[in-house]
């Protein structure tokens, strides 16, 4: 909004001349969501809190620690939601197809998970939608998404795969584009939802990875930069950086009222919401294995859910004390702050890992 009201005038202010800049506007949008979250979170915890009366329902299989955590509100995502979405609306070129899709699934995926937090809340138990009405809510919104992205992307790349260190490597994959789309998002969507787990766990390695999706959307936007280190062009992508800044200064606000012990959970609001545009994110600047290997300590708690299903239904045994993976280490006897602050380390080193595959080509 303020790019189309305020950088016209730049001729004649020549201030306004910044609003061009996408580095100034990400800024912007960063300081904008931080100070939206601080300006809402004390009245939207206390109507939470007056909502929900015995807060989020606890598992009763989980770590014997978690019983204190009993009344704590939860749907935190939404500061999130209201954040990063307004600061997206003030700060980027509106009429940009990119960031409307992203928007479409943050917000898409959010109101799933608003459902099945309320449900949770209102039933007094942990399982909240069905499953499958859960999933088909996603690839509902995935499959519009996804068909919206084949369409916005340059034809010679709109239905590939791009290869990380490998350079000018498209694998075609044709309509199976959308099935791979879907499985990104929702995937994504997901994991964050599985590492949601304890204090801070999840909003930090979001937020790690929201700055490096926004380096690379500007990389990929940007002519120069793209052609110099061989990573697909696509032009327009370089707003989805003021999306990413948005992303970063929600998800610290929101980690200052989430910080142990938490004053608010995320709930399935924030955390469907905010792996779901992950992935749409990495879609669309063609960079989805990154992902894999930037989110991968979302990865490792998916992976964990999935071993230990398997194992148990195949042999009976369980190969880790609980899962998710944050859970195991609970009942091995750590500490939450000491899991959280590992597995935050764990995160930044992925990304690091996933930033020197820019270069690896």
């Given at each position: 909004m303020l790019y189309h009201l305020l950088f016209p005038l730049s001729e004649q202010f020549i201030l306004f001349n910044l609003f061009q800049y996408l580095t100034f506007r990400t800024g912007g949008a960063i300081m904008t969501a931080l100070l939206i979250c601080f300006l809402i979170a004390p009245r939207m915890i206390g109507w939470l809190k007056a909502k929900q009366k015995e807060g989020q329902p606890i598992r009763e299989d989980g770590p014997e620690t978690h019983l204190a955590k009993a009344g704590t509100p939860t749907m935190g995502g939404l500061m999130i939601l209201i954040s990063v979405t307004l600061?997206?609306?003030?700060?980027?070129?509106?009429?940009?197809?990119?960031?409307?899709?992203?928007?479409?699934?943050?917000?898409?995926?959010?109101?799933?998970?608003?459902?099945?937090?309320?449900?949770?809340?209102?039933?007094?138990?942990?399982?909240?939608?069905?499953?499958?009405?859960?999933?088909?809510?996603?690839?509902?919104?995935?499959?519009?998404?996804?068909?919206?992205?084949?369409?916005?992307?340059?034809?010679?790349?709109?239905?590939?795969?791009?290869?990380?260190?490998?350079?000018?490597?498209?694998?075609?994959?044709g309509l199976l584009f959308i099935p791979w789309a879907l499985l990104v998002m929702v995937g994504s969507s997901n994991a964050v939802n599985l590492t949601d787990g304890l204090d801070g766990l999840a909003i930090v390695p979001v937020a790690i990875a929201a700055g490096v999706f926004g380096m690379i959307s500007y990389l990929v936007g940007n002519e120069v930069f793209s052609e110099y280190l061989r990573i697909p062009y696509v032009v327009g992508t370089g707003e989805l950086s003021i999306l990413c800044g948005a992303l970063i200064g929600g998800a610290m606000g929101f980690l200052w009222y989430n910080a142990p012990p938490a004053m608010i959970f995320m709930g399935d609001t924030?955390?469907?919401?905010?792996?779901?545009?992950?992935?749409?994110?990495?879609?669309?600047?063609?960079?989805?294995?990154?992902?894999?290997?930037?989110?991968?300590?979302?990865?490792?708690?998916?992976?964990?859910?999935?071993?230990?299903?398997?194992?148990?239904?195949?042999?009976?045994?369980?190969v880790f004390a609980m899962a998710p993976l944050h859970h195991h280490f609970e009942k091995k006897g750590w500490s939450e702050p000491t899991i959280v602050i590992r597995f935050w380390i764990i995160a930044f080193i992925l990304a690091l890992v996933g930033l020197a595959t820019l270069k690896l080509r």
């Open positions: 600061s997206t609306l003030l700060w980027a070129n509106l009429t940009n197809q990119f960031v409307w899709i992203a928007l479409l699934v943050m917000v898409g995926y959010g109101l799933i998970g608003f459902g099945d937090d309320y449900l949770k809340l209102t039933k007094r138990n942990t399982k909240g939608l069905p499953g499958k009405l859960k999933l088909a809510a996603q690839i509902l919104i995935g499959g519009m998404a996804a068909l919206w992205i084949m369409s916005a992307l340059p034809s010679h790349i709109n239905q590939h795969i791009a290869i990380p260190i490998l350079k000018d490597i498209y694998i075609y994959i924030g955390s469907l919401a905010m792996g779901g545009v992950l992935g749409t994110i990495a879609v669309i600047v063609k960079h989805e294995l990154v992902l894999a290997i930037v989110g991968g300590l979302f990865v490792l708690e998916t992976v964990s859910v999935i071993v230990q299903v398997v194992s148990f239904k195949l042999t009976g045994k369980r």
